[in-house]
């Protein structure tokens, strides 16, 4: 038995060595090594932390974070928050709803405490820096307070709430935290990861929180993203959503590398995996990043390009520093570079003062672009934004939702329009795994983050792997096909 452990170890780093070997054999030999393996004894005394991530998909991959950082100290995962001696929750600022949702999450897990009095609870991310004080001290809902550049810290945290009964730190960086963190993939589907490139953000947009809860800009070393995108590859996932708040900005100034490189270096790692990256803004995305795109297969046709509003005059009290006009010309560069990049959208309804037409320009805009998929949110004004100090909130709520919903109709008109242009087409989709709805199908995505299910059929396909399939109908939100026998 030793030697056949011996043997299969030797096997499986060999593959993890190469990156040449089919995905199929890799799954194959993990799988063996699983049932010849024993499972880690649990310890006794060994703690179990819950996580819940609200808000953008960097709070997905902060988490990841903290379970790296946790394990470290030898704390156990669990899906089970009942099970917990810890619970987190990593928070979302960007609206009001999202703060209020998290409250009631709060409210509920401290009822927890009366059976568990050795249980604590945290707070994560965006709100701890805005409501420290409130939830730590007045509402005493919290035991802990962690900022978004304060992970490391969190066994002493722990420790210090665990011995005094709270503990905070709030301190925000001016320099990259966590390259050297390996995250932990959590309820991962082992095909798509997530890996952050920069943090923060210098725009000051003036409706937006984010500058204020995540500090100022910085760019993590080339060298640790390419690493962990090579780990990535090696571990057997084949897309990775490269993140910041604004990516376009990325510039590693050691190697003096711009986004379009890094672009371009990643690409370069593994013909077989997928690149997307969000969010862009526009005034930063450039026809270099452009042309690196349309030069690699692997990087996905689709680039998420938030508008927030189609008036030149909202725009401008808004601080997003570009109008509508070179607005349009930019997706114009976009659909002349890429014919088939697919294009989505964030759109802020009601901001302050808008007006009859300033919304129908918000229509038109939504008219020209027809966006394949669109986030269309009321505006909620935000405590300490320049919006909140500059502008009186002054749309009233009942027209600030007769907008919405009015945007909302036209988008769905847009996004199943581009659904049914798809229908007769051929994709290559990566597989992420059995659909949602029915086991005897797959379920994956098109270069252009649309969703498509397809029988499973005779073909020994597995989670990870490519397939080409034919599109021959649609919902508004699905693609439904077969594998094409003549790709
Ligand atoms: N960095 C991205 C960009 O430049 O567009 C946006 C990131 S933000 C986390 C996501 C979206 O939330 C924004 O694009 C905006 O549409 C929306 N948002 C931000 N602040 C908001 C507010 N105060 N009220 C309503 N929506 C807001
Ligand atoms: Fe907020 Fe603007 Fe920065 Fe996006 S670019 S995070 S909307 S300030
Ligand atoms: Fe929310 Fe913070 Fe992200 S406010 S959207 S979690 S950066």
Request: one cysteine or more; aromatic letters at 8%.
């Amino acid at each position: 038995m030793t030697v056949l452990i011996f043997c299969f170890c030797i096997v499986v780093l060999v593959v993890r060595k190469s990156n040449t070997f089919p995905l199929y054999f890799y799954t194959m030999i993990l799988h063996a090594t699983h049932t010849v393996l024993e499972p880690t004894p649990l310890l006794a005394d060994q703690k179990k932390f819950y996580i819940e991530s609200y808000g953008c998909q960097m709070n997905v991959n902060d988490s990841e974070i903290v379970a790296s950082i946790l394990k470290e100290q030898h704390f156990l995962h669990t899906q089970n928050y009942e099970d917990a001696n810890l619970i987190l929750l990593n928070t979302c600022s960007i609206r009001e709803k999202a703060e209020t949702t998290i409250r009631n999450r709060l409210k509920q897990f401290n009822a927890l405490k009366k059976q568990h009095p050795d249980l604590l609870i945290g707070i994560l991310g965006c709100m701890a820096e805005r409501l420290k004080g409130t939830l730590l001290e007045q509402e005493k809902l919290v035991d802990l307070v962690v900022g978004p550049d304060a992970y490391k810290s969190l066994p002493q945290l722990i420790a210090t709430a665990t011995e005094h009964g709270k503990a905070i730190n709030v301190l925000l960086s001016r320099e990259e935290t966590y390259s050297d963190v390996s995250p932990i993939r959590l309820n991962s589907n082992g095909v798509t990861a997530f890996v952050s490139i920069m943090r923060g953000c210098n725009n000051m947009c003036s409706f937006c929180v984010v500058p204020f809860t995540r500090g100022r800009e910085r760019s993590r070393p080339l060298a640790s993203i390419l690493k962990e995108c090579a780990d990535l590859v090696q571990e057997g996932y084949r897309e990775i959503t490269l993140l910041g708040q604004n990516v376009d900005s990325y510039f590693d100034a050691d190697t003096k590398t711009n986004f379009a490189q890094l672009l371009h270096q990643v690409a370069l790692i593994n013909p077989l995996l997928r690149l997307r990256f969000s969010t862009s803004h526009p005034k930063d995305i450039t026809e270099e990043v452009l042309y690196v795109m349309q030069q690699h297969d692997n990087i996905c046709k689709y680039i998420h390009l938030p508008v927030q509003s189609g008036s030149s005059r909202i725009l401008d009290m808004m601080n997003r520093t570009y109008d509508r006009e070179w607005y349009i010309a930019k997706v114009n560069t976009i659909k002349k570079i890429m014919s088939n990049c697919a294009l989505s959208t964030d759109m802020i309804i009601g901001f302050c003062s808008e007006t009859d037409e300033d919304f129908d320009a918000s229509m038109s805009i939504m008219e020209y672009c027809k966006y394949d998929l669109a986030y269309m949110y009321a505006y909620s004004e935000r405590p300490g934004t320049l919006a909140a100090r500059q502008y009186a909130d002054d749309v009233p709520e009942p027209i600030k939702q007769e907008r919405l919903q009015k945007i909302i109709a036209l988008h769905r008109q847009h996004s199943l329009e581009r659904m049914q242009e798809q229908v007769g087409k051929t994709f290559s989709v990566l597989i992420e795994g059995d659909s949602k709805k029915n086991q005897d199908e797959w379920q994956g995505r098109n270069e252009h983050n649309k969703v498509i299910v397809f029988p499973k059929s005779h073909y020994q396909l597995q989670k990870g792997d490519y397939a080409m399939v034919q599109v021959h109908a649609c919902t508004s939100g699905t693609l439904i096909g077969t594998i094409a026998t003549n790709p």
